[in-house]
């Protein structure tokens, strides 16, 4: 069965950083994409960025693009999203999504990110 | 981007009756390899979604049978033959042909 279980949330100041991890197991972790979801209080789901199986290829929402880099450690099979100049605005709860859009598609019960003074 | 509409944004069924939820995309999600990228994924309420469907019209591991997607064109339809009280929840369709990958803005069904 697959697991994906994130890690790493918390309230942070605006222009802070933080560093979300994604611990997966039950499949082969290093053969899928794997993706950072996030979803907003009461709002919908958005598409933040994507990481290929071997980390060579990556794409980013134009509203993170340089300030969130996706990593990924297929040694450990870890996810990783670095977020930097960090805003009110990324306020929300960020999933780790395996193989989305594909047959593998999975879902981890989410990390909360609040952005606060 | 691709732009997800989905219909209708809200959805009070009665239980052991149908139920169908409509998506438009705002361009084919066929992709040159015969594919259609094209998921339904559930969020029931408390929980993280769920993929449901999968490449227009495939059913997840462990999804029921009352549970069918199809597609026509740049229509899509998630059809539930007969809903249980299980089903509540808000449903969102979503392209994956080109990034931004994008959702729709979920449709809530709700138990009469």
């Known amino acids: 069965e697959v697991q994906l279980v994130e890690s790493g949330g918390g309230l942070v100041q605006p222009g802070g950083s933080l560093r979300l991890s994604c611990a997966a197991s039950g499949f082969t972790f290093r053969s899928y994409w794997m993706h950072w979801v996030r979803q907003a209080p009461g709002r919908g789901l958005v598409w933040v960025a994507r990481?290929?199986?071997?980390?060579?290829?990556?794409t980013y929402a134009d509203s993170v693009k340089g300030r969130f880099t996706i990593s990924r450690d297929n040694a450990k099979d870890t996810l990783y999203l670095h977020m930097n100049s960090l805003r009110g605005e990324d306020t929300a709860v960020y999933y780790c999504v395996s193989d989305l859009g594909g047959i593998k598609g999975s879902w981890g019960q989410g990390a909360l990110v609040t952005v606060s003074s | 981007d691709i732009v997800m509409t989905q219909s209708p944004l809200s959805l009070t069924v009665t239980p052991g009756e149908p139920a169908s939820i409509s998506c438009r995309s705002s361009?084919?999600?066929?992709?040159?390899?015969?594919?259609?990228?094209f998921d339904w994924h559930l969020q029931k309420p408390g929980q993280s979604p769920q993929l449901l469907i999968y490449?227009?019209?495939n059913r997840a591991s462990g999804v029921p049978d009352r549970f069918s997607g199809s597609v026509s064109g740049t229509d899509f339809t998630l059809k539930i033959s007969r809903v249980e009280a299980e089903d509540v929840g808000v449903y969102y369709c979503?392209?994956?042909?080109?990034?931004?990958?994008?959702f729709g803005q979920g449709t809530k069904l709700e138990i009469k």
């Open positions: 979503m392209q994956a042909l080109q990034t931004p990958y994008t």
């Open positions: 990481m290929n199986e071997d980390g060579s290829i990556t």
């Open positions: 361009q084919s999600l066929l992709h040159r390899n015969g594919k259609i990228f």
């Open positions: 490449l227009g019209s």
